[in-house]
């Protein structure tokens, strides 16, 4: 039996609300009596704006508040980018549906005034915007000598910091950047055997409380399996390494027929180190696939260059 009120808890950026709004629809088509009501929650890291995501902690920045109002009853489900959400859940809640991946690679914007458009094409000691570690391990991997500076806020902040600053460019996530209209700025899409993404980057999920049998039966209309089995490598694999999102840790899972492909990498904040491998197996065996590979990165030294990162002040 549909509830005739749904309510569907968001964080409050533009991107966060296009994915809400996707869902809610999605949902209003597959249920037209129910009425689906939005809830907007300010959660950690929307509130702190003027500190690296990797000194203000890991551990559900974008989820936490969100997940609190899932657990006293705020709220029936909360929509989230799934590469926001900690691979270990607070008890009492699950994931209810995984959505259809959107291209999980990351892109380069080049500043609208020079003359350079593709990564490659930078000009030595380029400065180059990114909030992200794991962007700036594989960056500098490539190029060490680019000056890296720190961005962070909604999609419209960091294209205005760029138009106003001397930056050659920066770094982000196609993803966001398709659903929110913006693919005309898109300079390159760069490729996975230069930046691997986020663990479960271009995925949207939804988030359940886990005895909450109707609003199961209500999301899972919009769950996607390859999807799912893709990001579950991946999310084992950051789970086995007790990775958060603010370690320089990239994978990218694909699933073609039955066979699931992972490809991970583990890097230096200076980029001087980088380890990449490459695990495959049946896509029923999706976290095993990325349990093994995880291991295999730790027996080339993965956990020397974590632990590194990890007594960085």
Same mark, same amino acid.
């Given at each position: 039996?549909?509830?005739?009120?749904?309510?569907?808890? %968001?964080?409050?950026?533009?991107?966060? $609300?296009?994915? !809400?709004?996707?869902?809610?629809?999605?949902?209003?088509?597959?249920?037209?009596?129910?009425?689906?009501?939005?809830?907007?929650?300010? %959660?950690?890291?929307?509130?702190?704006?003027?500190?690296?995501?990797?000194?203000?902690?890991?551990?559900?920045?974008?989820?936490?508040?969100?997940?609190?109002?899932?657990?006293?009853?705020?709220?029936?489900?909360?929509?989230?980018?799934?590469?926001?959400?900690? !691979?270990?859940?607070?008890?009492?809640? !699950?994931?209810?549906?995984?959505?259809?991946?959107?291209?999980?690679?990351?892109?380069?914007?080049?500043?609208?005034?020079?003359?350079?458009? /593709?990564?490659?094409?930078?000009?030595?000691?380029?400065?180059?915007? %990114?909030?992200?570690?794991?962007?700036?391990?594989?960056?500098?991997?490539?190029?060490?000598?680019?000056?890296?500076?720190?961005? /962070?806020?909604?999609?419209?902040?960091?294209?205005?910091?760029?138009?106003?600053?001397?930056?050659?460019?920066?770094? $982000?996530?196609?993803?966001? *950047?398709?659903?929110?209209?913006?693919?005309?700025?898109?300079?390159?899409?760069?490729?996975?055997?230069?930046?691997?993404?986020?663990?479960?980057?271009?995925?949207?999920?939804?988030?359940?409380?886990?005895?909450?049998?109707?609003?199961?039966?209500?999301?899972? /209309?919009?769950?996607?399996?390859?999807?799912?089995?893709?990001?579950?490598?991946?999310?084992?694999?950051?789970?086995?390494?007790?990775?958060?999102?603010?370690?320089?840790?990239?994978?990218?899972?694909?699933?073609?027929?039955?066979?699931?492909?992972?490809?991970?990498?583990?890097?230096?904040?200076?980029?001087?180190?980088?380890?990449?491998?490459?695990? /495959?197996?049946?896509?029923?065996?999706?976290?095993?696939?990325? *349990?093994?590979?995880?291991?295999?990165?730790?027996?080339?030294?993965?956990?020397?260059?974590?632990?590194?990162?990890?007594?960085?002040?």
């Amino acid at each position: 039996m549909t509830p005739e009120i749904v309510r569907i808890g %968001t964080r409050g950026s533009e991107l966060a $609300l296009w994915q !809400t709004h996707f869902v809610r629809k999605r949902l209003a088509a597959l249920f037209p009596a129910a009425t689906f009501e939005i809830i907007t929650i300010r %959660t950690t890291g929307d509130k702190i704006l003027d500190a690296p995501l990797s000194k203000i902690g890991d551990k559900g920045l974008f989820t936490k508040e969100l997940e609190l109002a899932l657990l006293d009853g705020r709220i029936d489900l909360a929509v989230h980018s799934l590469k926001d959400v900690p !691979t270990v859940l607070p008890g009492g809640l !699950t994931i209810g549906a995984i959505l259809e991946r959107e291209d999980a690679r990351d892109v380069f914007i080049a500043h609208p005034r020079k003359a350079h458009r /593709r990564f490659l094409e930078l000009p030595p000691n380029a400065v180059v915007a %990114t909030g992200s570690l794991r962007r700036r391990s594989q960056l500098l991997n490539a190029r060490p000598e680019l000056q890296i500076v720190e961005i /962070r806020g909604n999609l419209n902040t960091r294209m205005k910091r760029l138009e106003e600053s001397d930056w050659d460019g920066m770094i $982000l996530a196609r993803a966001g *950047v398709v659903r929110l209209g913006w693919t005309d700025r898109i300079t390159e899409t760069l490729p996975y055997d230069l930046m691997l993404p986020a663990v479960g980057q271009g995925a949207m999920t939804v988030e359940i409380r886990n005895d909450d049998a109707t609003i199961l039966d209500v999301v899972r /209309r919009l769950h996607h399996e390859p999807t799912a089995a893709a990001v579950q490598a991946e999310r084992a694999f950051l789970r086995e390494l007790e990775g958060g999102c603010q370690i320089p840790i990239g994978a990218h899972a694909r699933v073609q027929d039955d066979q699931l492909t992972l490809s991970a990498v583990i890097g230096s904040l200076d980029g001087a180190r980088v380890l990449r491998g490459t695990h /495959r197996g049946p896509r029923t065996d999706a976290a095993r696939v990325g *349990v093994e590979l995880a291991h295999d990165l730790i027996r080339q030294g993965g956990n020397e260059i974590l632990d590194e990162i990890r007594q960085t002040p």
